[in-house]
């Protein structure tokens, strides 16, 4: 069974999954069904059970020509390497806070 578009959220991800079993005619006794009995896919998105998806596109760029010397290709990889190692430093962070 595909989906007909990959899940790019996890509400979009515990819906395909119960599509997929509503078509094959298997039910389902997981929390993301019983919130779609209660509440239709409004439950779903307000309190996706899934874990999120991210989709990443990767999109060239040439050097304009107008800075010979900076390139703002490596200053743009630079601003999404920080982003990512923000986001790892965060979640790294709740995680202890949690155990602790």
Known sequence: MRSFLPAGEAAQADYERLREAALCGVPLLEA???RFERGGLAAL???P???PCFVAE???ALR???TPYGDPR???LAEGYGFLLGA???IADEASSKEA
């Open 88 to 90: 790892a430093l965060t």
């Open 64 to 66: 304009p020509a107008w």
């Open 32 to 34: 993301a069904s019983r």
């Open 45 to 47: 998105i307000a309190a």
């Open 58 to 60: 990767l999109t060239g």
């Open 49 to 51: 059970a899934a874990s």
């Open 74 to 76: 490596v200053e743009a």
